[in-house]
């Protein structure tokens, strides 16, 4: 089956992209979606008033509002870790902290879309996707406080380890996906990664693999208009959401810190992934609060104001007034996930600074999985240079 | 079938055959692996047995066929992955180095991929630039990766199965020009280990060491030289990284002087690592230093000077006289 015969237009500008495309061409108007954006899918204004969409709204018709509480609290929550986790970056508890600020939305609404057998491949600042599938928060800090390189079992939350060389991870997520079609299951994979890494390699090469296998892989671009310091436009000249035509595969813009829409969407794509229709590529429209990472300094390559108004579009700050005006919400609400913020805080902080360094034999352990003779020697000579300083200071 | 005479290519098919046919995770994947049955007709008739979703002809994109063999191992495959040509590898490098090689490590023991990487190397087949080189150093360097050359049918056939059952990575360089030379093939011996180096002929004077594609040459050069009254031990090595330097030591403790011999450049070859930790093992065994056979630090070139590039018997023999003058 041709998987893109079987698609009916998704954006409610419907069977225009070619025009929109005209539109939108052009370097100057590649970062810019403002909020009428027809192309923009949005269920939360930034008012956190619930709008309609045609195509989206069954996706999250029947959410209840401990549902939609429940989203709320894995943003604040998600947000609360990220804090402490830069402020354990000044303390000198971590070497580096990657803040997925401003992200929020975009990660806990495509985290929470997907289903426990689905398999999920971060990037490396996927924290609040790693809380949707259960990793303990604790878990992503021994890579950035030099201990591990990835200090959880990737198939205990189907959450792969982060990947750090950016786009790799696309491809690796494919092929999952083009095993779990031969296995005849309907689990789906969703691939993260960056409007960066949009230029790289291999993600065109996996958006190409995706597509001639029909894979069952959902392509998440948060796209958060920075690249360290280079903005979208110096990735591309069309949205990127537009690039999955070329390669037969529909690509939806959602809003991307519209925490409901991101959940609708997701959900769709990961259900079109299920119903053997291919995959789709999500490009979810954000920005990143903060820097790039805590060695970064954006003062260098943006403006505040461009923060500013950002702000004004804030994840959390959306769904609280639409739970607020919705009457969803009490003032103890509030209060005890406020209390439960700091608690985590607190924890993390413990857990951190409680973190032993590994073993200095660490080094040579897990090189291979069925040994190697040079690892063995080195280690062994290791060991008896270690143990020369053991002899010298007992001898003493 | 038990034993057989077959050709190397045909080995690494029965061998690709009865992987497919024992374990139905292992895959074959590749450019022209599939109808084609690969340019060198090392994978002919599998995809007509075993079916499209097993003999996987892909997109012409090394990093994604690496890639998604990557995913399919953590879906729980054995993926065979086939590189058409030494010089194309480089676009699927960075996956093989960055992710494949170190994915056991950084999960802590919890990820394993055995993938199997086949690259037809080495050139004397009068190829176009890009399809002749000896890549294997770039990655014996790399911790992680395991890399084999076989040098006749029966390893051909044997190595395969091993580094399919290898629960690392492994790079399985194929001596492209050897494809046709036929050995007998013993497909219920049983083989020894994957990265064991074999003496293939004893000698006292001097030890030539070799895997892959120069092992041939060098068991003519033990037989030139046999006939100047000089007696020379070969050594195939089989195994790049690991390297069996137990078995070189043992070979330079009984001869004392030793020659290294690749098609791939000495400078930073192979043959150097050799030389290193033999002269630190064998210094007070040692009669001459150890010497090295190669390319040389340029380009391969066009194939009307291969000849001239790549060593052959003349140049190990000089470089026999030279290590036996001193």
Redesign the interface.
Known sequence: MESTAARKPRRSAGGKAGTTGTKRAGRTTAKKAPDTDPELVQLLTPEGERVQHADYDKYVAGITPEELRGLYRDMVLTRRFDAEATALQRQGELGLWASLLGQEAAQIGSGRATREDDYVFPTYREHGVAWCRGVDPTNLLGMFRGV????W???SNNF??Y?I?IG?Q???????????A??GADSAVIAYFGDGASSQ??VA??F??AA?YNAPVVFFCQNNQWAISEPTEKQTRVPLYQRAQGFGFPGVRVDGNDVLACLAVTKWALERARNGEGPTLVEAFTYRMGAHTTSDDPSRYRHDDERAAWEAKDPILRLRRHLESANHTDEGFFAELEAESEALGKRVREVVRAMPDPDRFAIF??????G????DEERAQFAAYQASFADAEGGK | MAAEKMALAKAINESLRRALDADPKVLVMGEDVGKLGGVFRVTDGLQKDFGE?RVID??L?E??I????????????RPVVEIQFDGFVF?AY??IV??LA???????????LPVVVRIPYGGGIGAVEHHSESPESLFAHV??L?VVSPSNASDAYWMMQQAIQ???PVIFFEPKRRYWDKAEVNTEAIPGPL?GARVVREGTDLTLAAYGPMVKLCQEVAAAAAEEGRSLEVLDLRSV?????DAIQASVEKTRRLVVVHEAPVFFGSGAEIAARITERCFYHLEAPVLRVGGYHAPYPPARLEEEYLPDLDRVLDAVDRSLAY
Do not use: W
Not at chain 1, 148 to 151: C, F, M, S
Not at chain 1, 170 to 180: D, I
């Open positions: 591990n390189h990835g200090g079992d990737p198939n792969h380890l990947t060389v790799s696309t491809l690796h997520a494919t092929g999952y996906a083009m095993g779990v031969k296995d390699g291999d090469e996996s190409t693999f001639v352990e897990n090189v291979y999985a069925d190697h003779a040079l690892v | 979703s892909t997109p994109a990093s994604g690496v890639g998604t063999a990557i995913g399919l191992a953590l879906r729980g495959y676009p960075d996956q960055t992710q170190k994915m056991h490590a950084r999960s802590l023991g919890k990820v394993k911790s992680g395991k290898s629960d690392d990265h990284s690991p390297l069996d330097f």
